[in-house]
């Protein structure tokens, strides 16, 4: 199973807007609505910040977003914060009952 | 409270074995699903395995055949058996709870650092 594949890096000012996308293939992202995405700061646990393609858990700010459009699934983080600057992951459920991520994207704001 | 503690990492030999644990408290984790997930200094998430009630754990194609995932209810305790190390499998490896039918990680513990040299 191939990682999903996501921009190494992406920037942006404080109170802009970004998107990371992530592509992946009909036996994943494009074959379920089971796209997650993780935020990770240096040191610590990933923390899900999106699932479902565009669902929020309690919890995380409205300015967090997810869409999906055949085989890419996209994070949009708006109202950039110094904050959001962390790695973010996204990760889909598989057609062989399996888990992918993607490689990761450095958030620098 | 509801986490997630892994422990069992550190200096191992290549070639050599290890088994990490991973204590659940505030849930149990024979209710739920529970996986395994790696990550490689300075590299990126790698899904490991998971295992649930029920039915056969699953393993990413690239540790098949040398970890084996396992869970003790009595102790609702998660574990890793990971065999004939290799150096490449030097990394944090965390245990997190995957939430049934919308199949996400919701729960992740601090991860333990295993460190495969010579």
């Known amino acids: 199973q191939s990682a999903l594949t996501q921009p190494a890096s992406v920037s942006g000012s404080p109170q802009q807007s970004i998107t990371i996308s992530c592509t992946g293939t009909?036996?994943?992202?494009?074959?379920?609505?089971?796209v997650s995405w993780y935020q990770q700061h240096p040191g610590k646990a990933p923390k899900v910040m999106i699932y479902d393609v565009s669902n929020r858990p309690s919890g995380v700010s409205n300015r967090f977003s997810g869409s999906k459009s055949g085989n890419t699934a996209s994070l949009t983080i708006s109202g950039l914060q110094a904050e959001d600057e962390a790695d973010y992951y996204c990760?889909?459920?598989?057609?062989?009952?399996?888990?992918?991520f993607g490689g990761g994207t450095k958030l620098t704001v | 409270e509801v986490q997630l503690v892994e422990s069992g990492g550190g200096l191992i030999q290549p070639g050599g074995s290890l088994r990490l644990s991973c204590a659940a408290s505030?849930?149990?984790?024979?209710?739920?699903?529970m996986s395994w997930v790696r990550q490689a200094p300075g590299r990126g998430l790698e899904w490991v395995s998971f295992i649930y009630s029920g039915g056969s754990p699953h393993y990413a194609d690239s540790v098949k055949g040398r970890l084996t995932i396992s869970r003790d209810n009595s102790k609702n305790t998660l574990y890793l058996q990971v065999n004939s190390l290799r150096v490449e499998d030097t990394a944090v490896y965390y245990c997190?709870?995957?939430?049934?039918?919308?199949?996400?990680?919701?729960?992740w513990g601090r991860g333990t650092l295993v460190t495969v040299s010579s």
């Open positions: 997190a709870r995957i939430l049934w039918r919308s199949w996400y990680f919701d729960l």
């Open positions: 990760s889909s459920y598989t057609s062989s009952a399996t888990w992918v």
């Open positions: 505030g849930f149990s984790v024979s209710n739920n699903y």
């Open positions: 009909s036996s994943d992202v494009g074959g379920y609505n089971y």
